[in-house]
């Protein structure tokens, strides 16, 4: 059975910071794609970050240069750094397992994350 198991989110202050975990379990491979999606109340679901095979990543607008996305293969886990955290980071955030080819994809239940001003 695959699962896949977020933690780390929370209320924090603006310019704080938070760090998501996702431990994968089930289902690896190194060349598979980990990352986070989230989803704020009204809006549509969106990419946060993901990391495919040889630690390439992919970022989405609104956080390049604030998170930073990792992977420990050995611990079939995924990060997420979250730093100069803002009001508009505030979602649920959902950790996603997919193949390359998007064949098969898996998500987590979501956790939390609200930035107060």
């Known amino acids: 059975q695959v699962r896949l198991l977020e933690s780390g989110g929370g209320l924090v202050q603006a310019g704080e910071f938070l760090r998501l975990s996702c431990a994968v379990s089930?289902?690896?491979?190194?060349?598979?794609?980990v990352g986070w999606y989230r989803q704020a109340p009204g809006k549509e679901r969106e990419l946060v970050a993901v990391?495919?095979?040889?630690?390439?990543?992919n970022y989405g607008q609104s956080v390049k240069g604030r998170f930073t996305i990792s992977r420990d293969n050995a611990k079939t886990t995924v990060y997420l750094q979250m730093n100069s955290l803002k009001p508009e980071d505030t979602a649920v955030y959902y950790c996603?397992?997919?193949?390359?080819?998007?064949?098969?994809?898996?998500w987590g239940q979501g956790t939390q994350v609200t930035v107060s001003s």
């Open positions: 996603y397992y997919g193949d390359p080819l998007g064949t098969v994809e898996f």
């Open positions: 089930g289902i690896w491979s190194n060349s598979d794609h």
């Open positions: 990391i495919g095979s040889g630690s390439s990543t």
